[in-house]
């Protein structure tokens, strides 16, 4: 894992929003995840569009009360439990 | 709402060109019409009204069904996660591909050995190198595979192969499901359980593969109930979290929950969904502790198994409020040692009997 990797989710999984516990739930064959909220905005940034410095940098912007490495230290721990459950790939 | 549903399992028809001695479908039923194109679609949206976010297309076998296409297509507008789980027979790759477009998230194929000869055998039909061109077609075509291959007697000691083949098609999920004897399977129980032996080395490479390909392939090995000790959370317990609607849309806990007698379901259609699920009396006559045999209601394992599997409880003591005889503090706990020690003295060669369908919708 480096900042120029692009977490990817894999196919397999779908993100979406569960209107009856208003938060982000990864869906994937018989199992499902129901994510907290910062869980869910970085899982939404995962599209292999974005870089992991990018999606550090967008989250810090959007909320610069957090210190930036305690956001660096959630993105990374987050990516690096969902590939290791096979849920989310680094292109 | 007191509990939300999450999975529907949607029993599209119960035929299948195959014949497994470990089914589990129920042994016989009512001759009713199956559900039509327009029924399931309502169904799918009233259930994703409640708070379903997965739908399994199963069956039987689901590609029996000439409109299947159309249903996915229906499951993935109402918003829900589609699975399709499968024998893959009778499949070509075009309809695959139409699958995929009309939505179809993930596909789950069964297996029934790595040996064709044994594979065709357990199948009652020449099938397996089909199977195969199925998984190749979904590598091919990017879906999302898994692969399914009921454990038992007879192909227990094959999961390296297993394990080795599901590698070799690129499947994302591999799910080791030791058969439950229920179903036919319990018709079959003397030829299908395993030996003690077996199931700890089987599990022992399972685990060892899990360690291997983490991140690359999701692996399940799925113990039996008989050699647990403990009863499983049946379905996350009766009535918490999954839906069934049999081919004739009869809306049930668990896919077998109709062979209990005593017992009232409802039929979708007859009334909504959210009522059929917190009000009809089939629903909750196994929700909360009440229910309860005192050895369950004072155990501190209530929460965790929510009292077992009322199927098995019924279907080897004849009492549907039984304690699971799995359970090691179940007073019918000796009907499941018998069974095992009846394994470990057999040749492992008692001959299967094969599905057979009677009165199907």
């Not at chain 2, 409109?67 to 297509?73: A, N, T, V």
């Not at chain 2, 020449?126 to 879906?143: F, P, T, Y």
């Not at chain 2, 192909?155 to 030791?178: C, Y």
């Not at chain 2, 991140?215 to 799925?222: K, N």
């Amino acid at each position: 894992m480096n900042d120029a990797s692009r977490p990817t989710l894999r196919p397999k999984t779908r993100l979406r929003y569960d209107r009856h516990r208003d938060a982000f739930v990864l869906l994937w064959p018989e199992r499902g995840l129901l994510l907290n909220r910062s869980a869910g905005e970085i899982l939404e940034r995962c599209r292999g569009q974005e870089t992991l410095s990018s999606i550090v940098k967008a989250l810090s912007d959007e909320y610069p009360q957090t210190h930036r490495h305690i956001i660096e230290d959630h993105v990374h721990r987050l990516i690096h439990d969902l590939c290791r459950r096979g849920l989310l790939t680094l292109e | 709402m007191r509990e939300r549903p999450y999975t529907l399992t949607a029993e599209l028809t119960y035929r299948c060109p195959l014949q497994c001695a470990y089914c589990s479908n129920p042994l016989s039923y009512d001759d009713r019409p199956a559900l039509d194109t327009e029924q399931w679609r309502r169904l799918f949206a009233e259930a994703e009204a409640m708070g379903v976010m997965q739908v399994n297309l199963t069956g039987g076998e689901p590609l029996l069904r000439s409109d299947l296409e159309r249903l996915i297509e229906d499951a993935h507008h109402a918003g829900l996660y589609t699975n399709l789980i499968t024998s893959g027979v009778p499949l070509s790759r075009r309809r695959l591909a139409r699958c995929r477009d009309r939505g179809l998230d993930a596909i789950q194929l069964s297996l029934q050995s790595t040996n064709r000869h044994l594979a065709d055998d357990i199948a009652g039909l020449a099938v397996h190198d089909a199977k195969l061109a199925v998984a190749r077609w979904a590598h091919e075509l990017r879906m999302p595979l898994t692969l399914n291959i009921v454990l038992h007697r007879r192909n227990l000691d094959e999961i390296r192969d297993i394990i080795a083949l599901a590698e070799a098609l690129h499947a994302e999920r591999l799910e080791l499901a030791n058969a439950q004897y229920l179903g036919w399977a319990l018709v079959n129980r003397q030829g299908l359980l395993p030996t003690e032996a077996q199931l700890e080395e089987a599990r022992r490479i399972a685990q060892a593969a899990r360690e291997r390909l983490a991140g690359r392939m999701e692996i399940l090995f799925v113990t039996p109930d008989y050699h647990a000790g403990v009863p499983r959370a049946c379905m996350d317990g009766w009535g918490r979290r999954h839906l069934v609607v049999s081919p004739d849309g009869v809306v049930l806990p668990c896919h077998l929950a109709h062979t209990l007698p005593g017992l009232t379901f409802e039929r979708a259609g007859t009334r909504p969904l959210r009522d059929i699920w917190e009000q009809s009396e089939g629903f909750n006559r196994f929700r909360g502790e009440e229910w309860m045999a005192d050895t369950c209601r004072t155990c501190a394992y209530r929460t965790v198994d929510f009292g077992g599997c009322r199927c098995q409880a019924f279907h080897l003591t004849g009492h549907v409020e039984a304690v699971d005889p799995v359970c090691r503090w179940s007073p019918d706990h000796h009907l499941i040692h018998t069974a095992r020690d009846a394994a470990e003295k057999s040749s492992g060669r008692a001959p299967l009997r094969k599905r057979e369908l009677h009165m199907v919708p």
